[in-house]
Every structure is written in C-alpha cells, then in structure tokens.
C-alpha cells in the first residue's frame, strides 16, 4: 500500500487535515499552531496541494498524539462557518453510527 505522503494530491476546494486522536480514538483536525484540536473551526484550511502536502507531512510526524492523518475535503460558508465536504467527515465527526455493546 503507498503511504499517503507518497501519493499524489489533489486539491479542489477548502481542505483541512483529519485524524484520529491516539487517546480515545475521537476526531481531530490540524490548527494553524500545528497542534490538534477536537473543533472543526480550528482546524487550518488549506487550498493548494503544496500546501495540503506540507500540513500532512506536519501531522504525520505526530504519531504520538494522532493515528492515520489524511486530507479532507470541506465547505466553507458565505458567514465562515466551516462543514465537512463530504458524507464520510459527516460521519465521522457526528461519531459511531451503531449502538454499540454496553458491557456487563
């Protein structure tokens, strides 16, 4: 499998960089501080491929506090608001679609 730094980018729109936290597993996004955050809103949008290129690199460097950072495609509305691009972020930023198993 090509490692995701080794494949070619493409960028069509509003992109941020996601991942999953190693702690708990929850969703995080790259900031501009290059650190993580849980929000969305916080995330650093990128619009070039370079760009996109640099932040994943950043991100992949940090396995210790994230797992599996990917570049994700977004919407960013006419007031500033920011919005997953597509159905698969809608998914996992609302989280499990399951109920999952309480144990016993």
């Given at each position: 499998?090509?490692?995701?730094?080794?494949q070619?980018?493409k960028?069509?729109?509003?992109?941020?960089?996601?991942?999953?936290?190693t702690a708990d597993?929850?969703?995080?996004?790259?900031?501009?501080?290059?650190?993580w955050?849980?929000?969305?809103?916080?995330?650093?949008?990128?619009r070039?491929?370079?760009d996109a290129?640099t932040?994943?690199?950043?991100?992949?460097?940090d396995d210790?506090?994230?797992?599996?950072?990917?570049?994700a495609?977004?919407?960013?509305k006419?007031d500033?608001?920011?919005?997953?691009?597509?159905?698969r972020e809608?998914?996992r930023?609302?989280?499990v679609?399951?109920?999952l198993?309480?144990?016993?």
């Amino acid at each position: 499998m090509t490692s995701p730094l080794q494949q070619k980018i493409k960028i069509t729109g509003p992109s941020v960089v996601t991942a999953n936290r190693t702690a708990d597993g929850i969703v995080i996004y790259r900031d501009a501080r290059k650190g993580w955050t849980p929000d969305l809103a916080q995330a650093a949008i990128v619009r070039t491929a370079e760009d996109a290129r640099t932040l994943l690199a950043e991100s992949a460097a940090d396995d210790l506090g994230a797992i599996g950072p990917y570049i994700a495609p977004v919407i960013v509305k006419d007031d500033g608001a920011v919005e997953p691009g597509n159905l698969r972020e809608r998914i996992r930023r609302k989280g499990v679609t399951i109920d999952l198993p309480i144990p016993a």
